[in-house]
C-alpha cells in the first residue's frame, strides 16, 4: 500500500498552529515569527514532508482582486473610505469586491469566507468584530488582511489595523464645546458596544475632567436597545427629546448620522440650534456641508483611511514589514455650534418657572451655569 505523503495539515497538527500559519511559515512569510518558522520548519524536516510543486504554483498565483467587507454600502462614510481603497487598488491594476456585514460577526466571517473561496489576493475588513478568541473561524484565511477601525480591544495579532484616534476625536468635540462657554454638556450615542463608542464616550469623560466640568450621568443618552445598533438617524430623533430636558446647552453625538437626528428632532421641538442648543457630530461625511444649518463635527479623514489600508495590503501582498496605522481626527467648525448665551428660559432671573421662594427650579447637579454665574445663587 502507498504511503500517503505528509501534508501541511498533518503538520499544523503536529505544530498545534493552523494550516494558514504553517503554509506562511514555510514561505517565510514576515507574518509568522522567525523562531516559529524555524520550528515549523524543523517538524516538516523531521516529518520528511516534500512541497507540492503544482500546489505551490497555484498558491503564488494572483487574481489581482481585493474583497473589501463594510457595515452597510449605504453608509456615506464608508462610501468614501471605499473610494480611498479603489484610487490605490486601481494605480496597483487590482479590482475590488464589495459586500456588507451590517455589523453582524456572522455575516462578517461569512463574507470573508466567501472571498477566500473567491481566491482574492487580499482582505480589508471595516468595523470588524474579530477578536483573538476567534482563532477557529480565521484560523484558514491565508491572505494577508488588513482590519480598519476594529470593534474589538483584542485584535489577531495576524492581522493589521488602520484606525482613528476615536479618544481623541471625542475629546476634540467637547472641549470645542467647552471653549464656547458650555458647561451642561450631553453625549449621544448608539446602543451596540462598539469600541468606538466606548472611546469616544471616554474622550468626551476626559475633556469635562481636564476642565472640572459636572459629569451627570442624566446627560449620557445611550439607545436603550442593548448591544444593538437600530438606524442612525432613528436613533438621534428618539433620544434627543430627553437628553435636552435635562438641561444640557451642548451635545457631542457619536457620529453625523446620530447628529442629523438630533437635529430634526429639534426641529418638530422647535428646539433652535445653536440658539438653544449646539450639536457636534463625528465623522465629516458631506452631507454636513449641505443640511441646515451646517454641522460642525470631527473629521475622520476617510480617504486617507481607504488609501492607508489598502497600501497596507499592496506592502503586504509585497511581504514588506508593515507597522498598524493609527490616524488623527480633527475639529471642523460650521454653523452648528455657538458661544453659550444664558438665553434659555428656566435660567432667567424673570423666569416664569421661579420656585415660591425664589430659588432656582434646577437641581444643582443638572444646572448648566457655574455658581459665579448663576442669577439665583444668592437665594
Given at each position: 500500500?502507498?504511503?500517503?505523503?505528509?501534508?501541511?495539515?498533518?503538520?499544523a497538527?503536529?505544530?498545534?498552529?493552523?494550516?494558514?500559519?504553517?503554509?506562511?511559515?514555510?514561505?517565510?512569510?514576515?507574518?509568522?515569527?522567525p523562531?516559529?518558522?524555524?520550528?515549523?520548519?524543523?517538524?516538516?524536516?523531521?516529518?520528511?514532508?516534500?512541497?507540492?510543486?503544482?500546489?505551490?504554483?497555484?498558491?503564488?498565483?494572483?487574481?489581482?482582486?481585493?474583497?473589501?467587507?463594510?457595515?452597510?454600502?449605504?453608509?456615506?462614510?464608508?462610501?468614501?473610505?471605499?473610494?480611498?481603497?479603489?484610487?490605490?487598488?486601481?494605480?496597483?491594476?487590482?479590482?475590488?469586491?464589495?459586500?456588507?456585514?451590517?455589523?453582524?460577526?456572522?455575516?462578517?466571517?461569512?463574507?470573508?469566507?466567501?472571498?477566500?473561496?473567491?481566491?482574492?489576493?487580499?482582505?480589508?475588513?471595516?468595523?470588524?468584530?474579530?477578536?483573538?478568541?476567534?482563532?477557529?473561524?480565521?484560523?484558514?484565511?491565508?491572505?494577508?488582511?488588513?482590519?480598519?477601525?476594529?470593534?474589538?480591544e483584542?485584535?489577531?495579532?495576524?492581522?493589521?489595523?488602520?484606525?482613528?484616534?476615536?479618544?481623541?476625536?471625542?475629546?476634540?468635540?467637547?472641549?470645542?464645546?467647552?471653549?464656547?462657554?458650555?458647561?451642561?454638556?450631553?453625549y449621544?450615542?448608539?446602543?451596540?458596544?462598539?469600541?468606538?463608542?466606548?472611546?469616544?464616550l471616554?474622550?468626551?469623560?476626559?475633556?469635562?475632567?481636564?476642565?472640572?466640568?459636572?459629569?451627570?450621568s442624566?446627560?449620557?443618552?445611550?439607545?436603550?436597545?442593548?448591544?444593538?445598533?437600530?438606524?442612525?438617524?432613528?436613533?438621534?430623533?428618539?433620544?434627543?427629546?430627553?437628553?435636552?430636558?435635562?438641561?444640557?446647552?451642548?451635545?457631542?453625538?457619536?457620529?453625523?448620522?446620530?447628529?442629523?437626528?438630533?437635529?430634526?428632532?429639534?426641529?418638530?421641538?422647535?428646539i433652535?440650534v445653536?440658539?438653544?442648543?449646539?450639536?457636534?457630530?463625528?465623522?465629516d461625511?458631506?452631507?454636513?456641508?449641505?443640511?441646515?444649518?451646517?454641522?460642525?463635527?470631527?473629521?475622520?479623514?476617510?480617504?486617507?483611511?481607504?488609501?492607508?489600508?489598502?497600501?497596507?495590503?499592496?506592502?503586504?501582498?509585497?511581504?514588506?514589514?508593515?507597522?498598524?496605522?493609527?490616524?488623527?481626527?480633527?475639529l471642523?467648525?460650521?454653523?452648528?455650534?455657538?458661544?453659550?448665551?444664558?438665553?434659555?428660559?428656566?435660567?432667567?432671573?424673570?423666569?416664569?418657572?421661579?420656585?415660591?421662594?425664589?430659588?432656582?427650579?434646577?437641581?444643582?447637579?443638572?444646572?448648566p451655569?457655574?455658581?459665579?454665574?448663576?442669577?439665583?445663587s444668592?437665594?
Open positions: 500500500m502507498k504511503k500517503r505523503k505528509v501534508s501541511i495539515e498533518d503538520i497538527r503536529r505544530a498545534g498552529v493552523s494550516h494558514s500559519t504553517v503554509s506562511r511559515a514555510l514561505r517565510d512569510n514576515s507574518l509568522i515569527s523562531k516559529v518558522r524555524e520550528e515549523i520548519k524543523k517538524i516538516a524536516r523531521e516529518m520528511n514532508y516534500v512541497p507540492n510543486a503544482i500546489a505551490q504554483s497555484l498558491q503564488n498565483q494572483r487574481t489581482n482582486t481585493v474583497g473589501v467587507v463594510v457595515t452597510s454600502i449605504a453608509d456615506p462614510f464608508y462610501a468614501e473610505v471605499v473610494e480611498g481603497i479603489e484610487l490605490v487598488a486601481r494605480t496597483a491594476g487590482l479590482s475590488v469586491f464589495l459586500t456588507a456585514s451590517h455589523r453582524d460577526f456572522k455575516q462578517e466571517i461569512a463574507a470573508i469566507d466567501n472571498f477566500h473561496r473567491r481566491r482574492v489576493d487580499g482582505i480589508l475588513v471595516a468595523d470588524s468584530r474579530i477578536n483573538k478568541n476567534n482563532t477557529n473561524e480565521v484560523g484558514e484565511i491565508a491572505v494577508p488582511t488588513v482590519l480598519i477601525n476594529s470593534q474589538t483584542d485584535q489577531p495579532e495576524t492581522f493589521h489595523t488602520v484606525t482613528v484616534d476615536d479618544f481623541l476625536g471625542g475629546q476634540l468635540a467637547v472641549e470645542h464645546l467647552i471653549d464656547l462657554g458650555h458647561t451642561a454638556i450631553g449621544l450615542g448608539v446602543g451596540d458596544r462598539s469600541q468606538s463608542n466606548h472611546l469616544r471616554e474622550g468626551y469623560r476626559r475633556a469635562l475632567r481636564q476642565a472640572s466640568l459636572p459629569q451627570n442624566d446627560w449620557v443618552a445611550i439607545s436603550d436597545e442593548e448591544n444593538t445598533r437600530i438606524n442612525d438617524v432613528d436613533t438621534g430623533k428618539k433620544m434627543l427629546p430627553k437628553l435636552f430636558s435635562t438641561g444640557v446647552t451642548g451635545i457631542f453625538c457619536y457620529n453625523d448620522m446620530v447628529a442629523v437626528g438630533a437635529l430634526l428632532a429639534c426641529r418638530e421641538l422647535n433652535s445653536p440658539e438653544d442648543l449646539s450639536l457636534v457630530g463625528f465623522d461625511i458631506a452631507l454636513c456641508r449641505y443640511i441646515t444649518p451646517s454641522l460642525t463635527t470631527v473629521c475622520q479623514p476617510m480617504l486617507e483611511i481607504g488609501r492607508s489600508a489598502m497600501q497596507m495590503l499592496l506592502d503586504l501582498l509585497e511581504e514588506k514589514s508593515v507597522e498598524n496605522v493609527v490616524l488623527s481626527p480633527f471642523v467648525k460650521r454653523s452648528s455650534t455657538a458661544a453659550f448665551e444664558q438665553t434659555r428660559e428656566f435660567v432667567t432671573p424673570n423666569s416664569a418657572l421661579l420656585m415660591p421662594d425664589g430659588q432656582c427650579p434646577i437641581p444643582q447637579d443638572q444646572c451655569m457655574p455658581d459665579s454665574q448663576c442669577p439665583f444668592g437665594t
